[in-house]
């Protein structure tokens, strides 16, 4: 068994027994993917909603659009079927407090918004989410079973 890290503004897939985990995130979403069917697993760090807001938009895994497109059709290609996918997603968090109503500060809310609209246009079900509130998370994703072990500092752990 291997445990993978993947970094922000970064991706990566697993086939059992094998571990991903991501550190810090904050305002980030972390989006894993389960296939049960190959037990396969992928996870993707994504920092901003959207890749056409923004010029230097190379890194296809820091934005959710390209982010979930490249994850989703990797798994494929090595295997994993999207009609078994399921989804958990975890960060989206409020880090910093502002007296501004300005859409642009609302990044936590912004990249859940979007990864939850992503993931049903590829009709890819979410099945747990942990995304809000005012803290950061580090989550494991396990290929065994799928799931998705979220740790806080402060906060407890727990297993969705």
Known sequence: MQKVIVGMADL???KYPDILTTIGLGSCVGIALYDPSTKMA?????MLPDSTKIQNNTNEAKFADTAIKKLVSDMLRSGASKSFMRAKIAGGAQMFSFNSTNESMRIGDR?????????????IPIVANDTGNTYGRTIELYSEDGRLVVKTIGHGNKII
């Not at 990249?111 to 009709?123: D, F, G, M, Q, S």
């Open 12 to 14: 990566n897939f697993v």
């Open 42 to 46: 992928g996870l993707a760090h994504v």
């Open 111 to 123: 990249n859940t918004e979007a990864v939850i609209k992503l993931l049903a246009e590829y009709r």
